[in-house]
């Protein structure tokens, strides 16, 4: 699992700083502008990478936040996905559009692996 949940973490975090790029927070009507971007990624990020602590130690918690970070990369996808359909031209680069495939992509292989332990018996 830490590997799917590394690549879904890394698909998630490039896809913010390629965000930051469409100014993201004006698609979302985020208060606060660029400011209240900054601080939902400041919690987003922190608890990608505090549950990527989890799943390398194999900590209790480790299963949570693999669903947390499965939930972010398909929900990632599916906004985009509907924003697209809904006409706005941001993230329409190839590299935008690959890396938001890959966050769908990432998160149903960690939702692979972690369905896949969550079936082991625990010791």
């Known amino acids: 699992m830490a590997r ?21 927070w004006e698609m979302f009507y ?6 209240g971007f900054l601080v939902f990624n400041l919690a987003a990020i922190a608890i990608v990478l505090a549950g990527y602590r989890q799943v390398l130690l194999a900590l209790p918690r480790a299963r949570l936040y693999a669903g947390i970070c499965t939930a972010l990369g398909m929900a990632t996808f599916v906004i985009h996905a509907g924003f697209a359909l809904a006409g706005l031209e941001q993230f329409h680069l190839p590299l935008s559009m690959a890396v938001i495939g890959l966050c769908l992509g990432c998160a149903l292989w960690l939702l692979n692996d972690l369905r896949s332990q969550s079936r082991r018996p625990v010791t």
């Open 30 to 35: 985020l208060p606060g502008g660029v400011q």
């Open 4 to 24: 799917s949940y590394f690549w879904t973490m890394l698909c998630l975090i490039l896809h913010q700083i390629d965000a930051a790029y469409w100014r993201e």
